[in-house]
């Protein structure tokens, strides 16, 4: 099993900013890609920002210049760092690893989520 552990979310005005991580364990030799999703209330899951094992990063057109995913590998822990955040950006996030390998068959894996609520 991959487990996927997101802390750092919270309340915060627009225009500020909040760091997002996750701590991967488990079975974790097998993860190239990761990243980070968001829902908000009564919309779809959405990707935010993804980033491969040797740091090539891609973005939603939403977030470009404003967030920056990185990871640090040693630690297994991805990051989301959030700048300039507006009312748009609330939701819940989620980090995933979109596929890795159990022995027999390659699968995905979510974390618990973490919520982000931007204020006026």
């Known amino acids: 099993q991959v487990q996927l552990v997101e802390s750092g979310g919270g309340l915060v005005q627009a225009g500020g900013s909040l760091r997002l991580s996750c701590v991967a364990s488990g079975n974790i030799f097998s993860i190239n890609v990761m990243g980070w999703y968001r829902q908000a209330p009564g919309k779809q899951r959405d990707l935010v920002a993804t980033i491969t094992i040797g740091g090539r990063t891609n973005y939603a057109d939403s977030v470009k210049g404003r967030f920056t995913i990185s990871r640090d590998n040693a630690k297994n822990t991805l990051y989301l760092q959030m700048n300039s955040l507006q009312p748009d950006d609330t939701a819940v996030y989620y980090c995933?690893?979109?596929?890795?390998?159990?022995?027999?068959?390659?699968?995905?894996?979510w974390g618990q989520g973490t919520q982000v609520t931007v204020s006026l």
């Open positions: 995933n690893v979109p596929r890795w390998y159990d022995g027999s068959r390659w699968r995905d894996a």
